[in-house]
């Protein structure tokens, strides 16, 4: 059965340091998301993306985050300056057309030191 | 706004025994709603989705849009379910967008 895919699954950065994290949506899926859960905390969306453009971000997603698809099957998120704040788990999710539910990837923990 | 809220961050049960991981949202439009699972150190996986009405793992959920609830229910709990639960709301129904609203989640541990 097909899944999401991420890397690195841990990311350890200095603060004010740029990050990219990866993933690699289901082939079939056209809907992609990112959200993150900061330990101990609720899952939470960041963006939405869809047909090459963000279709929806939460107030979290500040101008310090970016998201591509550079190619046919990546999907990243980058982070330009981290914070210290930013130290959480971060999950891709992917959702094929017509259909509600979002599949997951196993996550990447982000570490700012 | 949508919200999703688990009042239970940590359940407890024995095999064998029902349970019931309670659910409830504040959605002023018709909510799709999903319980999804985490097993230690993996994804999260969709375990139910409201739509399809079906059983999985013998976990089932109502959707009761009078009580506003989708809680999460099994007759008799086995030590594979423990887990953490997260109930989550769509509200844009598989158009573009449709962000998750996760709730804080549920530690369901079920004892020998």
């Known amino acids: 059965e097909p899944e999401v895919t991420q890397t690195p699954s841990h990311q350890v950065t200095q603060m004010g340091q740029e990050v990219i994290l990866r993933c690699v949506p289901i082939s079939n899926h056209l809907y992609f998301y990112w959200y993150r859960q900061i330990l101990g905390q609720k899952v939470e969306f960041l963006v939405s993306f869809y047909n090459n453009e963000i279709s929806e971000k939460s107030e979290i997603f500040d101008d310090q985050f970016s998201v591509e698809r550079p190619d046919g099957s990546n999907f990243t998120l980058k982070i330009r300056s981290t914070k210290l704040e930013d130290s959480a788990m971060y999950f891709c999710?992917?959702?094929?057309?017509?259909?509600?539910?979002?599949?997951f990837g196993p996550g990447t923990r982000l570490t700012v030191t | 706004a949508q919200r999703v809220t688990q009042p239970e961050k940590l359940l407890s049960v024995f095999k064998g025994a029902p349970v019931e991981l309670k659910c409830n949202y504040s959605y002023s439009g018709s909510p799709e709603l999903f319980w999804y699972v985490q097993y230690s150190r993996q994804r999260l996986q969709l375990l139910l989705r409201h739509i399809s009405r079906e059983s999985i793992k013998g976990f089932t959920a109502d959707l009761n849009k009078g009580e506003t609830s989708f809680h999460l229910k099994k007759p008799f709990a086995q030590e594979e379910d423990s887990a953490m639960y997260y109930c989550a709301l769509s509200t844009a129904g598989g158009t573009s967008g449709s962000r998750l609203t996760f709730g804080e989640g549920t530690q369901l541990t079920v004892n020998p």
């Open positions: 999710a992917s959702r094929r057309q017509g259909a509600y539910e979002q599949y």
